[in-house]
């Protein structure tokens, strides 16, 4: 059956884990955790990884500890194609072997109690998280009680600060989502028998641990204990757990949660209900600062061996994809039974990766093994040198001269290729500066924009009195102050409308010998002179009514001295008054003949005049 990818999606993280991850300290480094933006598929900054935010709460944080950049060298996988039950199996195991059997992380005694298998199902192949490590089915290990299922932190990503190491073995692959995961040999790579015996009192000490009558130690008490002293195992250290200070200690992240926070932090990596109790402390004493390690304690010291420059060997690799578990990771979190179905198939296999793979190595013999090639190199090359260059009858080089001559030409392709990557580094660091001046400048220039439209909002409810608000936010200040100004603009556009149609209906009132302008802001200004218009307008409707009082009298025929009416003085208010109630009666008439519709009720002040 065809199997499908499950392919990424836009981010999903929530205030209540951000708030979490402040709680746990993993954000007080500034620039230590980016969020993604809109983007539905990862393009992590330069020098970040694409993480999750279950593989921060389960003990991750950047710069990562060694012994898992190794383990993801060894197995050749990335950091997104882990579970989050399997981060949460290397931070116990790193804090098992500091805090309880008093040795740095070892890989000998790795390879005695895990494995790394395929993570699937019959119809759908996992990329991210598509590997989980899991315990071999014949070794007694301590129950962790992972959650039946974590499918949701898939959707949880984000991106990490991975400072680059000064050697390039040390460094995590960049992120790539298109890699496809191929079973190494590697991933089911046995102890060997030296390796056994030199870790066999590490296991017995491991089932000490573990059934010690009254003293039992469990995995979930291991975890609450290294998320009580606010260390992340997984993260590079100055010092080991077995150092720990107390709340002093310089590994620390952050004060002590809350009895209320940590457990509902327990709960939720863990199977452990409601009615299950979080262990309050572990039965058996942590070595720390206050509970040092026995005098003469033996730190047994074992890495991952890593080929040169940090590769995986090809011969190492097996390409069918169909090998290795199809187990859901619900079926595999919280049992053993993932090494079970995997086991046989990789059976054949088994006794030829432990002896394709280099046993494990001190970084001292590392070193002295580069120095031996290193000496050869500048000494006996050249003497041989000297000796070779005057006999032209040899044709043929002995091994030994092969050797030489190809360690030379290694020698100076190594310093072309640092002096290349020197380039490139710097390079790229010139690069990396541009891009956060330009992203500054970007910043500043977006926050310029956004004031000044707040700006035009604040104008626009100044001069209008009147405030809106949307109805639909988009939580984007940028968005927002400009939708703001949009719906101001729309007001705005209605108000000057009803106001060009009522100033052209009063335009040939106020101005009878003027043509009325072709634009709203010529019309407008034409109603805004210094002059009281409405005064202007009063007074020529004095005029009218005066002439028309005038003809009106004059044909009624009465006998009047118009000389005389138009020498009267000024006449008092009480006198004004009195005629206009004598002439009452016969008002109504009057206005009608001159054309205006008659008031409920007259004025009896005096007209204006000048």
């Given amino acids: 059956m065809a199997t499908e990818d499950l392919e990424w999606e836009r981010s999903k993280i929530s205030n209540q884990d951000v708030n979490m991850m402040k709680k746990l300290g993993l954000m007080k480094k500034e620039g230590a955790i980016r969020f993604p933006s809109e983007e539905s598929y990862p393009t992590p900054p330069i020098e970040y990884r694409v993480s999750f935010v279950d593989h921060l709460i389960r003990g991750l944080s950047t710069p990562i500890h060694d012994f898992l950049r190794v383990l993801l060298f060894v197995y050749g996988v990335q950091l997104h194609q882990l579970t989050s039950n399997s981060i949460l199996h290397v931070a116990i195991f790193i804090t098992l072997c500091e805090c309880f059997l008093g040795v740095p992380p070892n890989w000998a005694l790795w390879k005695r109690i895990f494995c790394l298998r395929r993570n699937g199902s019959h119809n759908t192949a996992y990329n991210i998280g598509g590997v989980v490590i899991s315990v071999r089915s014949d070794v007694e290990y301590f129950d962790v009680k992972f959650p039946d299922s974590v499918q949701g932190w898939r959707k949880r990503w984000l991106y990490v600060h991975e400072e680059s190491a000064n050697s390039v073995e040390h460094n995590i692959a960049p992120f790539d989502g298109n890699a496809k995961i191929l079973r190494r040999r590697s991933w089911d790579a046995k102890a060997t028998e030296e390796e056994k015996t030199a870790t066999e009192a590490l296991m017995s000490r491991i089932h000490e641990l573990q059934n010690t009558r009254g003293k039992e130690l469990s995995g979930i008490q291991i975890t609450t204990y290294f998320l009580r002293i606010r260390v992340q195992p997984l993260q590079a250290r100055k010092n080991p757990l077995w150092t720990y200070a107390g709340e002093k200690d310089a590994n620390r992240l952050s004060k002590d949660l809350s009895v209320k926070d940590l457990d509902k932090l327990i709960r939720r990596i863990s199977s452990l209900s409601k009615k299950d109790p979080i262990p309050s402390s572990c039965r058996v004493e942590p070595y720390s600062a206050t509970n040092p390690l026995p005098h003469n304690h033996p730190t047994l010291a074992s890495l991952p061996p890593l080929p040169e420059d940090g590769e ?299």
């Avoid at 002096?419 to 400048?441: G, H, M, P, W, Y």
């Fill in 312 to 610: 995986v060997e090809e011969q190492a690799v097996v390409t069918d994809d169909n090998q290795g578990s199809s187990l859901p990771e619900s079926e595999i979190a919280g049992s053993r039974k993932s090494a079970v179905s995997s086991e046989k198939e990789v059976e054949s296999d088994a006794s030829e990766s432990t002896q394709s793979l280099p046993s494990a190595a001190s970084p001292g013999n590392k070193r002295k093994r580069t120095e031996v090639v290193d000496t050869g190199t500048s000494k006996a090359g050249t003497s041989h040198a000297k000796e070779v260059a005057p006999t032209e009858e040899r044709t043929t080089l002995n091994p030994y001269e092969v050797a030489l001559i190809s360690s030379e030409k290694a020698r100076k392709k190594a310093e072309s290729s640092a002096a290349i990557v020197e380039d490139l580094r710097k390079r790229l660091r010139d690069a990396e500066t541009s891009l956060s001046d330009n992203i500054t400048q970007q910043t500043a220039r977006e926050e310029d924009i956004i004031s000044r439209l707040e700006s035009q909002c604040r104008r626009f409810v100044r001069r209008t009195h009147q405030e809106f608000e949307l109805d639909t936010p988009e939580d984007d200040r940028l968005l927002d102050a400009l939708s703001l100004l949009e719906v101001n603009a729309d007001e705005a556009r209605e108000g000057i409308a009803d106001a060009e149609s009522s100033l052209s209906r009063l335009f040939p009132f106020f101005f009878t010998k003027k043509e009325k302008p072709d634009t709203f802001a010529a019309l407008a200004k034409c109603f805004n002179a210094e002059e009281d218009l409405g005064h202007n307008l009063r007074q020529e409707g004095l005029k009218v009514g005066v002439e028309g009082t005038i003809a009106l009298v004059a044909s009624s025929q009465q006998n009047i001295d118009w000389a005389k009416v138009g020498e009267v003085p000024k006449m008092e208010t009480k006198t004004w008054q009195s005629l206009i109630k004598a002439a009452k009666p016969n008002s109504k008439k009057i206005l009608a003949f001159l054309g205006f519709k008659p008031t409920p009720a007259p004025s009896s002040s005096k007209p204006e005049i000048k």
